[in-house]
């Protein structure tokens, strides 16, 4: 079979296409036929080297595709079976830990750029039935990080305000499950073409930040002087004094991304003043995969994918990822 490699200390130009023998599966692992899998900022992050990872890892944290061989003792699966990868593997339940944060495939330990993997069947859930494979690759990460910041660590009501920012697959996902629970939405963009796109998704309240610097400002006033509940912040540092004007009292501001930087200077007062709330999110658990993918199913809610491209055109996915052009996800057809 095929997968991509990445030679250490990393860089698009490192990633080299390999032939592999697949594994069979042992006590409590599957053999999954990998069909597609989806670009993520933290996979970029470790194919570039900014996540240092080891020589000749196999990329990639998202993957679908169908079961073709079970070990003894799986009980939750057989062969045929369409699966889709967990984030974190060890992260069934409850709160984030320093365990159970460990084991995230393609960074700490090889991931879904392989036509077939051999994992502990712990290592993925049951695919919605209304999705295909790439729809479905596109959830494991983007999809379950908007998730939790919309539906587990915030407490939104229907009527309430959420702000997002860009078109990559976070934010769009986040927009997507906004409007599902009856929220309203203002979103940012600094180009009007991804703008109309978002319009097409949503009709209701943009703002091109280009153009608009103190768009934060321009938000509070959207909502009627009231603020947003909640900022879906994947910028991070050099947009956090807007996204706390923009913030309700007992608002909230989760902290996805930080395309802008890893240090800068919050407004702390106004944040306190607000009594709001800085929350860093990390995808989720299993347990929040699970309610996800029932309302995905339940809601026939289709991921937004902007293209797709072959296995051995990874490196391309990732200039194209890289050049912030896309609109939604990229997936990679295995």
């Not at 240092?52 to 070990?71: E, H, K, Y």
Request: glycine share 12%.
């Amino acid at each position: 079979m095929q997968a991509m490699s990445l030679k250490a200390p990393g860089g698009i130009d490192k990633l080299n296409l390999i032939d592999i023998e697949p594994r069979p599966p042992g006590p409590f692992e599957v053999q999954v036929e990998i069909k597609a899998t989806s670009l993520n900022f933290h996979d970029y992050a470790v194919v570039v080297g900014l996540i240092p990872a080891d020589d000749g890892r196999i990329p990639m944290s998202d993957g679908a595709g169908r079961v073709t061989a079970v070990g003894a003792g799986v009980e939750n699966f057989a062969v045929g079976d369409s699966v889709i990868s967990h984030f974190f593997p060890g992260w069934v339940s409850g709160r984030p830990t320093a365990t159970n944060l460990l084991g995230v495939p393609g960074d700490h330990i090889d991931g879904f750029a392989a036509q077939t993997v051999t994992m502990p069947s712990a290592a993925f859930s049951a695919m919605p039935g209304n999705l295909g494979f790439e729809e479905a690759s596109t959830l494991s990460c983007a999809g379950l990080t908007a998730w939790r910041a919309l539906m587990v660590e915030t407490h939104l009501r229907p009527g309430d305000w959420v702000l997002v920012q860009g078109s990559g697959g976070v934010s769009v996902f986040a927009l997507q499950f906004a409007r599902m629970m009856g929220c309203r939405v203002i979103a940012t963009s600094s180009s009007d073409v991804k703008l109309a796109l978002l319009w097409a998704l949503v009709s209701e309240n943009l703002i091109n930040y280009r153009d608009n610097p103190q768009w934060g400002a321009t938000a509070f006033e959207l909502t009627g002087g009231c603020g947003v509940n909640l900022v879906v912040e994947v910028g991070g540092p050099g947009n956090l004094p807007q996204s706390v004007a923009a913030l309700a009292v007992d608002g909230c501001i989760s902290l996805i991304g930080v395309l802008t930087g890893f240090a800068g200077e919050l407004p702390t007062a106004a944040l306190m003043t607000k009594n709001g709330r800085l929350s860093g999110i990390t995808v989720g658990s299993h347990s929040d995969q699970a309610a996800m993918l029932a309302a995905v199913e339940a809601h026939d809610l289709k991921p937004v994918i902007d293209t797709t491209l072959p296995l051995k055109d990874l490196g391309e996915a990732f200039r194209y990822q890289e050049s912030q052009q896309h609109f939604g996800k990229i997936c990679v057809a295995l």
